[in-house]
């Protein structure tokens, strides 16, 4: 089991920065993969970036060269990030943190608004 807890969302404007963080405690060494996920009023989760373990990531086309996943590691606890710059107003959604161990556990969303 792994437990997700997740920081940094807020009010932006268009063309600021958010970090947002995730701390993951509980089975850590059961990750195989990690990300972060958006969900939109009206519209259905998606998947945002993902790192692996090995290192390995991927981003969706909308956030690629605005968004930088990384991960970092805790004698307990496996910390994810989400550096987003040049926020655009379609960035504005919940953001969840993902692990997969391969079951799938999730956070409880941060918000994140971009509006001037």
């Known amino acids: 089991q792994v437990q997700l807890v997740e920081s940094g969302g807020g009010l932006v404007q268009p063309g600021g920065s958010l970090r947002l963080s995730c701390a993951a405690s509980?089975?850590?060494?059961?990750?195989?993969?990690m990300g972060w996920y958006r969900q939109a009023p009206g519209k259905q989760r998606e998947l945002v970036a993902a790192?692996?373990?090995?290192?390995?990531?991927?981003?969706a086309s909308t956030v690629k060269g605005r968004f930088t996943i990384s991960r970092d590691n805790a004698k307990n606890t496996m910390y994810l990030y989400l550096q987003m710059n040049n926020l655009k107003p379609e960035d504005t959604a919940v953001y969840y943190c993902?692990?997969?161990?391969?079951?799938?556990?999730w956070g409880q969303g941060t918000q994140v608004t971009v509006s001037s």
């Open positions: 993902n692990a997969e161990t391969p079951f799938i556990s």
């Open positions: 509980g089975s850590i060494f059961s990750i195989v993969r």
């Open positions: 790192i692996t373990t090995g290192g390995s990531t991927n981003y």
